[in-house]
């Protein structure tokens, strides 16, 4: 079955850098775009990134444009947030769903709490 | 990118008919069939409910129906259950080639 599985959350200082991680399993994730999506404490759903099957694309919403890349290792199944310059307003879950224009897999999430 | 505009709250009886909007602009909603809503739990995974304004996955209960009209996509819940209760989030396509969620509405079943 269809599995996405986070890792990499935790608390993180302000100004610093940390990198999420998202292994899929259970499709073939070469042939799937995928998305990272968060939600701050007491806030709605955010989208944050959506990269294509291939990686040639990537996408990112304006809060984060600049300071987070979206990466994908299709060898290790694998899907990649680097985020740098970590703001308090970036303390969320972070989810990794599967999918394009709908998406129809989503993992448990993981949480990143940046403070001091 | 502003989110598109749900009501914060919607509630109904078990059995009644409720009906949650989703208000965007022609440079999202209004333009592109790629509207979908999810389901979330607090704490769990979002789960998808419509996908393409009107399409059900498969193990959706048919329930769940979706349409739009203009700038505003709409998902509606028949003959509601203590187990509808959730928050859910309507996602649109945009103009920019991203994504933009809905604010979220909280379904009570009283």
């Known amino acids: 079955q269809v599995q996405l599985v986070e890792s990499g959350g935790g608390v993180v200082q302000p100004g610093r850098s940390q990198r999420l991680s998202c292994v899929a399993s259970?499709?073939?994730?070469?042939?799937?775009?995928m998305h990272w999506v968060r939600q701050a404490p007491g806030k709605g759903l955010e989208w944050v990134a959506l990269?294509?099957?291939?990686?040639?694309?990537?996408y990112y919403a304006d809060s984060v444009k600049g300071r987070f890349t979206i990466s994908r290792d299709k060898s290790r199944n694998t899907l990649f947030l680097q985020m740098n310059s970590l703001r308090g307003e970036d303390t969320a879950v972070y989810y990794c769903?599967?999918?394009?224009?709908?998406?129809?897999?989503w993992g448990q999430g993981t949480l990143v709490t940046v403070s001091s | 990118q502003s989110a598109l505009t749900q009501p914060a709250s919607v509630s109904g009886s078990p059995g009644q008919s409720i009906t949650i909007s989703c208000t965007g602009t022609?440079?999202?909603?209004?333009?592109?069939?790629?509207v979908s809503w999810y389901q979330h739990h607090p704490g769990k995974a979002p789960k998808l409910m419509i996908y393409d304004v009107n399409n059900r996955p498969s193990g959706v209960s048919d329930r769940f129906s979706g349409s739009k009209s203009g700038n505003t996509a709409s998902l509606t819940i028949s003959g509601l259950q203590a187990e509808d209760e959730a928050d859910y989030y309507c996602?649109?396509?945009?103009?920019?080639?991203?994504?933009?969620f809905g604010t979220g509405t909280k379904v009570t079943v009283l």
């Open positions: 022609s440079s999202d909603v209004g333009g592109y069939k790629y």
């Open positions: 769903a599967r999918g394009g224009t709908y998406s129809d897999f």
């Open positions: 259970g499709f073939t994730f070469s042939s799937s775009a």
């Open positions: 990269i294509s099957y291939d990686g040639s694309n990537e």
């Open positions: 996602r649109s396509y945009t103009s920019s080639s991203t994504y933009v």
